[in-house]
DNA sequence: TGAGTATGTTCAG
DNA sequence: TGAACCTACTCAT
């Protein structure tokens, strides 16, 4: 489930699991297996994120993780522990915790340089306490594209994917077609203030809930009984929670985009 | 059992 | 712009 706010949690994860201890690793997939067997018995020092990037710091080394669509972290508590899955490309453990990793797009040992070279191509992380918004809304407001791809695009903000974008769109009243240079500042800023609140909201539970309480009626469970989490992602055939209004769907930035036409 | 879908990125053309 | 790639889950047959 990685957007940016997946990415922070398995960050905080990593860190309270294996901070300064040493640990194990190996690759039961295989396909990581000389990375495993480099990091294997090094000290884990820490672990820092930039929008879907994920770093591991090591003494010797640096692990990029970037999930892509699929990738996914399983979680174990020891003393003793479950066997990873066959296709887990990386099970990382110490005494206490293990984190089985599968299906990433990158699983790569680089150093520093290499780190900070994938940093400088992203724009500002919302779930940073120290980011700065002015230049992403100087790309956005130059820009011929509509917000509803520059929202997807990594190198303007980094963190948001297709659920944040249809949820933020819609808290803003914002229609995704609407080209960047003709969004008003103020609303560029609405949408900046709902990424830094949701963003930090999903890191903290673990999934992305952007429907405020007084929308959260006993009426709005899904087809299992669940609370409703979205305004508008995925609720095709439902009503707009707001105002009833059957929820639209195109192609954008190749993916499938979410809105309402009255609310927004 | 197989098709379809998915919160993403990169590269070829 | 489209295809390829990685995995797990749901739904229809």
Redesign the pocket.
Known sequence: ???G??IRHYADMHEKAFANTRVATLSP?G?FSDGAAKLNNQLFTGVSAH???LFLHFEEDILHI???????F?WRRGPSFESP?E???LRISNEMFASDL?????CEIIDDAGRQS?VS?LGPDPIHDNANPDDAWVKVHKSSKTIGELL?D?SII?G??????AELLFLSNTSPFVPGKYVPQEVFADIWANSVRLLRLGAKDG??NTVSPEHLQGEEVD?HGRMQYNYV??RTGRGCVVCGTAISTA?LA???VYWCETCQ
């Open positions: 489930m990685p957007e706010h997946s997939q396909r929008g879907k990037h970037h999930l892509g669509l699929y990738g996914s399983t899955k296709t887990a490309r599968s299906g990433p797009t990158a994938k191509k997807m990594q980094a948001i994917g297709n659920v944040y974008r999934r992305i087809l992602y995925k192609p190749g993916r499938t």
